[in-house]
């Protein structure tokens, strides 16, 4: 098996590199943007959306897609290539639900007309989403929301709560999941939508997180009025397409580059204050060590897609494990700095701006998000090592 980059990835990964030099204005690459974009809008969204239209104009937003819908057919690890960068190097300009997850679902089960409605808008960086999905009883049991959508004449008509809804304040559309059929069992009674945010009878309140964030939202529904033409795959088909769905955002997002750039920046820290004992260096090797397997395991996803399979358990082995070693990252960086690690954001003292403080409290929801890691660990027992439900 060959290991090393060809000729044309390496290049790829330079011509990012020199892009985020740049484009990235100094004073700003400490922040992390996938989730700044959605908790400190003020600050930092306006710029997001104009690095996103940038990456959009250079292609690199739709590296993947068909050449008919204007991407460029490129393999997948050059998707990955350029999300690495971006997030090692705190660089913006990435929508993760609409180009990594939202996109690859359309181009599997959209019909043409909303390909051509939809995907323009995500391939230039111009339209971002969210995902209307979890609910106050339906987290990590999804196939039980009792969000519902009525057919009337030309529309369905949706009523309900979703919760939990990453970025829906900043979002100009969102994929949503509904109820459809009473009857059905839960798991095919399920219909898949696309909403454009605007439409009336939407109202979306604030969730702060424990970073004293603004990313999560509850999102209601009283009487919105979809269009026929805006639910993906058949009526009461929309597991199916959720299912795909979850399997592209499982990989979404390379915890082990965050992690990464974290520990360097701790590693640093601790050479300036010359406390590199023997101890430390054998805990920082152990989780460098662990960063370089959640890279390996991100790239057997790129290579089995490359092949044309399926992901399944092993989309729930990566996101389990990448973002449970951004907790360990994120704990050993508070042990190492000490008492700095604890302040934050404005602190003369803290260390990066009170980065570490952040990403403690922020990291804690990386195993509950996108699926919690229980139901990984469940679907990596069932259907990896073929062992019975518990």
Not at 14 to 27: H, M, T
Not at 266 to 291: D, F, G, T
Not at 312 to 319: F, G, T
């Amino acid at each position: 098996m060959e290991f090393e980059f060809t000729q044309e990835q390496k290049a790829f990964r330079n011509e990012v590199r020199q892009f985020i030099k740049r484009e990235l204005p100094s004073e700003l690459k400490w922040r992390n943007y996938y989730f700044d974009f959605y908790s400190h809008y003020d600050e930092v969204g306006n710029f997001t959306r104009v690095m996103s239209r940038k990456l959009g104009t250079k292609g690199w937003l739709s590296l993947t897609w068909p050449k008919k819908y204007g991407g460029q057919g490129a393999s997948p690890i050059f998707q990955l290539i350029l999300q690495e960068e971006l997030e090692y190097n705190h660089c913006p300009g990435i929508d993760i639900f609409g180009v990594t997850m939202i996109a690859p679902t359309l181009l599997k089960f959209a019909d043409e007309e909303q390909k051509e409605e939809h995907l323009p808008g995500i391939a230039k960086g111009e339209v971002f989403w969210c995902e209307c999905l979890s609910e106050p009883d339906a987290g990590s049991d999804l196939a039980s929301p009792k969000t519902v959508a009525k057919e009337e004449d030309s529309s369905f008509v949706i009523n309900g709560q979703k919760v939990w809804t990453s970025g829906a304040h900043q979002a100009d559309w969102a994929i949503l999941l509904a109820r459809t059929s009473q009857e059905l069992p839960k798991h095919r009674g399920l219909s898949f939508f696309l909403v454009d945010m605007k439409t009336p009878g939407i109202s979306v309140n604030p969730l702060i997180n424990m970073a004293n964030d603004h990313e999560f939202n509850e999102v209601f529904f009283e009487d919105v009025r979809v269009p026929k033409k805006n639910m993906v795959g058949d009526k009461n088909k929309g597991w199916y397409v959720v299912m795909t769905l979850l399997g592209f955002e499982r990989w979404s997002i390379p915890f082990y580059a965050i992690a990464h750039r974290y520990l360097e920046d701790v590693i640093n820290y601790a050479k300036q204050k010359k406390s590199l004992n023997p101890a430390l260096r054998y805990r920082l090797s152990e989780l460098l060590i662990e960063c370089e397997v959640g890279r390996l395991l991100h790239y057997r996803i790129v290579w089995m897609q490359e092949k044309g399979e399926i992901l399944d358990y092993e989309a729930a082995a990566v996101k389990m494990y990448t973002t449970e070693l951004n907790q360990r990252v994120a704990a050993a960086s508070m042990e190492i700095l000490g008492p700095y690690g604890i302040l934050t954001k404005g602190s003369k003292w803290a260390y990066l701006d009170g980065e570490a403080a952040w990403n403690y409290l922020r990291c804690i929801g990386n195993s509950l998000e996108m699926g919690s890691s229980e139901i990984d660990r469940n679907i990596i027992a069932m259907r990896g090592l073929g062992l019975p439900p518990g």
